[in-house]
T-cell receptor, first 113, second 112 residues
Framework: DAGVTQSPTHLIKTRGQHVTLRCSPISGHKSVSWYQQVLGQGPQFIFQ???????GRGNFPDRFSARQFPNYSSELNVNALLLGDSALYLC????????????FGPGTRLTVT | TQLLEQSPQFLSIQEGENLTVYCNSSSVFSSLQWYRQEPGEGPVLLVTVVTGGEVKKLKRLTFQFGDARKDSSLHITAAQPGDTGLYLCAGSQSGGSYIPTFGRGTSLIVHP
C-alpha cells in the first residue's frame, strides 16, 4: 500500500509570495495533520483535520491555512511568506480522530529567499 | 521552554555500544510515541506506549514509559550504523489540549 505522499518535494519562493503544499493520506485514513520542522528542532504542530473539519490548530499566524477534501487529501496554504517560513513541512495521516499514531510523508522542503 | 525535553541532544558512538536516550516532562501524557527520522525524510513511528510502567521491545530497542506517565526512555543494545538517525518523542497531554508535542530529538550517529 502507498504511504503518505506529499508534493512538491522541494520549493523555492520569494518573500511575500504564497505557497500551496499538498498531501495524500494513506488509503482509509481520515485524519491529516500538518507540521513545520525547522533544522535542529522537532516538528511543530500546525493543523489537524478530521472528516474535513479542523480539529486542532497550533500556535501559527493566520497566514497559515489548510483544508481537507472529500477524498481526505489536504492542502496547506501559506500567504505573505517570510524568510522564517523556510522549513520542512510534514504531513501525517492517522486512521481515526486521535493523532496518537501518525504516519508521516517525506515532507516538502520550502526555501524562502 | 520545551514541554518534552530530550537528552542527550547529540550522541556519537561506536558500533556495538549500548545507549539510552531520555524524554522528560513535568506534564502527564495519555500516550507517548517514539519516532526515528533520517535526513530529508519524515519521521517513522517506532512505538506507542500508553500505560504507566509499560515496557515494549522492538528487536534491539527497548522502550519504557514512566510509572507517572511523565517520562520515557529508549535503550538500544549493540548499536549498528543503521540505527543512525534523529530519535523523537511525542505525546499529547492527559486531559489537556489535543495538540501533540514533539521533543527536539536526540541525534544519534553510530560509527562502523
Amino acid at each position: 500500500d502507498a504511504g503518505v505522499t506529499q508534493s512538491p518535494t522541494h520549493l523555492i519562493k520569494t518573500r511575500g509570495q504564497h505557497v500551496t503544499l499538498r498531501c495524500s493520506p494513506i488509503s482509509g485514513h481520515k485524519s491529516v495533520s500538518w507540521y513545520q520542522q525547522v533544522l535542529g528542532q522537532g516538528p511543530q504542530f500546525i493543523f489537524q483535520y478530521y472528516e474535513k473539519e479542523e480539529r486542532g490548530r497550533g500556535n501559527f499566524p493566520d497566514r497559515f491555512s489548510a483544508r481537507q477534501f472529500p477524498n481526505y487529501s489536504s492542502e496547506l496554504n501559506v500567504n505573505a511568506l517570510l524568510l522564517g517560513d523556510s522549513a520542512l513541512y510534514l504531513c501525517a495521516s492517522s486512521p481515526g480522530k486521535g493523532v496518537y499514531e501518525q504516519y508521516f510523508g517525506p515532507g516538502t522542503r520550502l526555501t524562502v529567499t | 521552554t520545551q514541554l518534552l525535553e530530550q537528552s542527550p541532544q547529540f550522541l556519537s558512538i561506536q558500533e556495538g555500544e549500548n545507549l539510552t536516550v531520555y524524554c522528560n516532562s513535568s506534564s502527564v501524557f495519555s500516550s507517548l510515541q517514539w519516532y526515528r527520522q533520517e535526513p530529508g525524510e519524515g519521521p517513522v513511528l517506532l512505538v506507542t506506549v500508553v500505560t504507566g510502567g509499560e515496557v515494549k521491545k522492538l528487536k534491539r530497542l527497548t522502550f519504557q514509559f514512566g510509572d507517572a506517565r511523565k517520562d520515557s526512555s529508549l535503550h538500544i543494545t549493540a548499536a549498528q550504523p543503521g540505527d543512525t538517525g534523529l530519535y523523537l518523542c511525542a505525546g499529547s497531554q492527559s486531559g489537556g489540549s489535543y495538540i501533540p508535542t514533539f521533543g527536539r530529538g536526540t541525534s544519534l550517529i553510530v560509527h562502523p
